[in-house]
């Protein structure tokens, strides 16, 4: 067995295992047994090693080990945040179509490990939305008869959780229709199980460029050796490399982990792409992090690293609306309604546009 099976089959997914490898207090233990009955857990060997045990506020633990917090379920949360089911936008069951030139198609629910902010929580894990061959070929005929659909992002769930050859079936079908010219995946498996990224894995990835990967790390630690390693077979490929992340309180919410964060990626040849304000999922309230928040440190990014290692940062707007962008606004009017620039020091600067 290939050794990211092996780690994918040795995850841990029930509290007893968990157990003995972080130590939870009693009462902890029962709320968490709660918290399990309502929210799937799922994590890799792997990942358990990065977590620090000590400290029960590690960056790495809070997206992977279950809080007793996750009860808390707000009014404004929902199953479906970003309204990837919305009927409007969700032709079929593989496919959310919101933005004219690109689909998403969902291949599998399983994810490399479960994020305790999951935005699609309902689906990651659930075999009820497993899709079937014949759901996938309704996809491609769906793709067929859409001759704007220019882009095909392969989402989920994690599509890398797909094996070799129904991946390689996938990518070969996609590949086949003419209007399709760039395809795309989406993964965080490079943080939860980066032994995905085989060889052979690497070789169908290749064989379907263009081709794009974007990763889902959130924390410069997940960017481990190991990680890092397996990511240069990706890039030396000849394969994009883009990162999402997600802004989540605790984990990376401050100037100090984005730059990090920023710098670990541009290391590892990965361009930020995404800083995602938090969906609101179920049970995920103690992770958000306040938009103000979010674009003074976006503010900061600016002159701390290189420009092209800022990613945008962005609101999904809930219903199915789509992304906009929360970007800071550095040019504003000043009291007399002249335009003026701030610095990145905050001072003012007047511009005069015309
Ligand atoms: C985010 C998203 C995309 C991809 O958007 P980009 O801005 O191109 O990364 C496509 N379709 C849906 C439904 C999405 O939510
Ligand atoms: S990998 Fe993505 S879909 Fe899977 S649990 Fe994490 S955030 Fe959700």
Redesign the pocket.
């Known amino acids: 067995m290939s050794e990211w099976r092996k780690q994918d089959k040795n995850s841990v997914s029930d509290l007893d295992e968990l157990k003995k490898v972080i130590s939870l207090s009693p009462n902890e233990s029962e709320q968490l047994e709660k918290v399990c009955n309502i929210f799937r857990m799922k994590i890799t060997r792997y990942y358990l090693n990065l977590i620090d045990k000590k400290d029960p506020l590690d960056p790495l633990r809070k997206m992977a080990v279950p809080h007793v917090k996750e009860r808390v379920i707000k009014k404004d949360e929902s199953d479906d945040p970003?309204g990837?089911e919305n009927t409007d936008?969700h032709p079929i069951k593989a496919i959310?179509h919101?933005?004219p030139d690109?689909?998403?198609l969902y291949p599998t629910p399983e994810c490399g490990g479960h994020c305790r902010y999951c935005f699609r929580r309902r689906m990651a894990g659930n075999s009820g939305y497993r899709v079937s061959e014949n759901e996938l070929a309704a996809g491609y005929d769906y793709i067929k008869k859409n001759d704007a659909v220019h882009e095909v992002?392969l989402s989920g769930g994690d599509p890398l959780m797909s094996g070799d050859y129904r991946l390689k079936e996938i990518l070969e079908s996609l590949r086949k229709i003419p209007h399709v010219w760039t395809l795309r995946i989406h993964t965080r498996m490079p943080a939860w199980n980066p032994f995905r990224i085989t060889e052979r894995l690497v070789g169908i990835l290749s064989k379907a460029k263009p081709l794009c990967v974007v990763t889902h790390f959130n924390h410069a630690r997940e960017l481990t050796d190991i990680a890092v390693k397996y990511l240069a077979r990706l890039r030396d490929s000849g394969i994009m490399l883009l990162n999402q992340s997600v802004l989540l309180k605790g984990v990376n919410d401050s100037t100090y982990e984005q730059i990090r964060l920023g710098w670990a990626l541009i290391r590892a040849g990965v361009k930020p792409y995404?800083l995602h304000h938090l969906d609101k999922a179920k049970g995920t309230s103690h992770f958000r992090v306040d938009m103000t928040t979010g674009k003074q440190i976006q503010k900061q990014m600016r002159g701390a690293l290189p420009g092209y290692a800022i990613p945008h940062y962005v609101l999904?707007i809930p219903g199915g609306y789509?992304?906009i962008p929360l970007e800071y606004d550095f040019l504003t009017t000043d009291e007399k309604g002249r335009c003026v620039a701030e610095t990145r020091f905050g001072e003012f600067r007047p511009y005069q546009e015309l």
Do not use: Q
């Open positions: 970003i990837d936008h959310t919101r933005y690109r689909v998403l992002i995404y999904d789509g992304k």
